[in-house]
C-alpha cells in the first residue's frame, strides 16, 4: 500500500492553490484555500480530461460511506467494498478514520485536505478510469450533504458512463441518524435536514427554507452549523427557529457522534445560540431541533410518533 496526499500515479495535486494535472489526462485548479471552504464565491474547480483520454479498461467505482466515524459504525457492505477496492480516496480525516485491515489492504491511498472535492473526486473518477478499482469515501452516507451525485455529474460531463464504471453507492448511517440515536428518538415523525453551508447554496435560501421547515413543525436536523466563517449563519438561524418554536423546546447538540470527542447535550431553543461560540458547536456538530410536541424524559429527547392518539399505553 502507499500513500499519495502531495501527488499521484494520476499526477493530480493536493496544493488546492494550485492549477493540477494528471497523468491519467485530469486538470482541475481550485483557487478556494480557505479551510472551511469558504463563503467566497470564488472557488472554481474545472474538470479536464474525457473518456477519450484513457485506453485502460475501466476498473469499478463506488462511493462509499463509512457512517460516523467508529469502524463499529461502518456497515459490512462498506467495509467489504473497501477491502475490495484497489485505490482509496477521501478527505484527510475520513481516511485517517479507517480500520488499519482496510488501510493495510489498499494497494494505494489518496487523500486529501478539507475542500477541493471536485478535483479529489475527479481524481477517483481517472483512476477508475484508468483501470484501478476504487472508492471514495466520506463520513455518514454519500447522498446527504456529499459526493455522489458531484461523482455521477462528473461521469457524465467526461463523457464516461455509470454503467462501464459499475458505479454504485454503498449506504452509510447519516449523521442526523447517528446524532438522533445518541439524543434519543427526537426523529421519528416527519424530519427535515438542512444545511448552513452556504458555500454551494446562498444564504438567502437557505434562511427561506429555515423558515418553511420551523413553520411547517418538522423535526430539523442542522448539518454544518458553524465555523468561524459562518458565525453569523448560526446567529440567524438560532433567530429564525426562535420566531417559530417557543423558546424551551428541547435542541440536541451531538459533536463527534462515534467519536473519540464524542459529546452529547439537550438544551432549551433559547440557550443555542450561545453554544455557537463553544467547542460543543463547530463542524463536526449536528443539530436536533425537536418540533412543537418534542420533550425530555429521564435525559432523552422524545418526539411522539402519534401512537398515543390512537392506542392506550
Ligand atoms: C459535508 S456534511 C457530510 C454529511 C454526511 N454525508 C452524513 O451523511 O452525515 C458534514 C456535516 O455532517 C455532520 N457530521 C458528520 N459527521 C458527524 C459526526 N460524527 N457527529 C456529528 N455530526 C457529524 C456535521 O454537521 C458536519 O458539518
Known sequence: MSTDNDTSKCGASSTESEPESSACGASSSSTDTSSSCGASSDTEEKVGSTVDDFDADPGEFVAVGLGPGQPEGMTQRARAALLEAEHIVGYSTYIELLPDEILDAADELYDTPMCGEVSRTEEAIDRALAGNDVAIVGSGDPNVYALAGLALEIIESKGATASMLDFEVVPGVPAAQSCGAR????????????????????????????????????????????????????????????????????????????????????VDLEELEELGETDLVDMTTTIVVGNEETYVWDDRMVTPRGYETKYDY
Open 183 to 266: 439524543l434519543g428518538a427526537p426523529l421519528v415523525n416527519d424530519s427535515v435536514s438542512i444545511s448552513l453551508s452556504d458555500h454551494l447554496t446562498d444564504m438567502p435560501t437557505i434562511e427561506s427554507r429555515l423558515h418553511a421547515a420551523a413553520k411547517e413543525g418538522f423535526t430539523i436536523a442542522i448539518y454544518n452549523p458553524w465555523s468561524r466563517k459562518r458565525r453569523e449563519n448560526f446567529q440567524k438561524c438560532c433567530e429564525i427557529l426562535m420566531e417559530h418554536r417557543a423558546p424551551d423546546t428541547p435542541v440536541g447538540v451531538v459533536h463527534g457522534a462515534g467519536r473519540e470527542d464524542e459529546q452529547v447535550e439537550i
